[in-house]
């Protein structure tokens, strides 16, 4: 079922949808105990009661929680069937752009996959729609 703006999961209060995708549904999010915004990716309810989804959201979680890196977002929270990650303000990679700019946000993203790489977890599915670029940090993943 999808969520709504205000209502409650947990202690984080539902702005609004950001998107969808093959493992869920993200949404922006007030966490009400710490007054900063997150992002919220939840499991759809089929997905809830099928056991290797569930396994795979887990692996999700603890892939994500073991990256520190400024180009990476963080995962906050952990919940049944949800996600909390930290909420990235900015818009999906698109082109086209100055080269100075491409290849700025390349080595960004190399050294993300780097850091990943380097702790044995693999992005499955890195494209555009999935990198977000930011005014101040200049992109995450």
């Known amino acids: 079922m999808p969520l709504t703006p205000r209502s409650r999961?947990?202690?984080y209060e539902i702005v609004g949808?950001?998107?969808s995708g093959g493992m869920g549904d993200v949404y922006k999010a007030r966490d009400t105990r710490l007054d900063?915004?997150?992002a919220i990716k939840v499991l759809p309810g089929a997905f809830g009661r099928?056991?290797?989804r569930l396994r795979r959201f887990q692996r999700e979680a603890?892939?994500?929680a073991a990256l520190n890196h400024p180009h990476i977002c963080q995962l906050h929270d952990v919940g049944p069937g949800y996600l909390v990650l930290e909420y990235i303000d900015g818009a999906p990679l698109r082109g086209p752009m100055p080269v100075e700019r491409a290849v700025a946000l390349a080595l960004q993203i190399a050294s993300a996959l780097d850091?990943?790489?380097g702790r044995g977890i693999l992005h499955r599915d890195l494209k555009p729609g999935?990198?977000?670029v930011t005014v101040g940090r200049g992109g995450a993943l």
Do not use: E, T
Request: hydrophobic share 45%; glycine share 10%.
């Open 9 to 11: 999961l947990g202690p």
């Open 17 to 19: 949808p950001l998107g």
């Open 62 to 64: 603890r892939a994500i």
């Open 130 to 132: 999935n990198i977000l």
């Open 50 to 52: 099928d056991p290797d």
């Open 115 to 117: 850091a990943a790489h």
């Open 36 to 38: 900063r915004d997150v």
